[in-house]
């Protein structure tokens, strides 16, 4: 997240606070997609708002085929 957040700079974030487009946030990877010796954390900007029937920790309805999408972006490489 270089140059918005310096490397080895802590970083506390707020769990029930409510997000915006715009807003840093942290994404918890689940440990089954975390390679060895890797944060399960990622930093990202949020890019749209939340859908507002979107409440977390995030479920799926499991008769649904119906998935929430957020969409974040990556500041350092930009993507």
């Known amino acids: ?3 918005v957040i310096r490397e080895g700079t802590p970083v ?3 769990k029930n606070g409510k997000l915006n ?6 994404i918890w990877v689940k440990p089954e ?6 944060h399960p954390a990622l930093i990202k900007r949020l890019v749209m708002d939340v859908p507002h ?10 008769n649904s ?11 350092n490489p930009h993507r």
């Open 21 to 26: 487009a715009g807003d840093l946030v942290i």
């Open 33 to 38: 997609f975390v390679a060895a010796g890797e």
């Open 12 to 14: 506390v974030g707020e």
């Open 53 to 62: 029937w979107v409440k977390f920790p995030y479920r799926d309805h499991p």
């Open 65 to 75: 085929n119906v998935r929430a999408v957020i969409i974040v972006e990556q500041i």
């Open 1 to 3: 997240m270089e140059p």
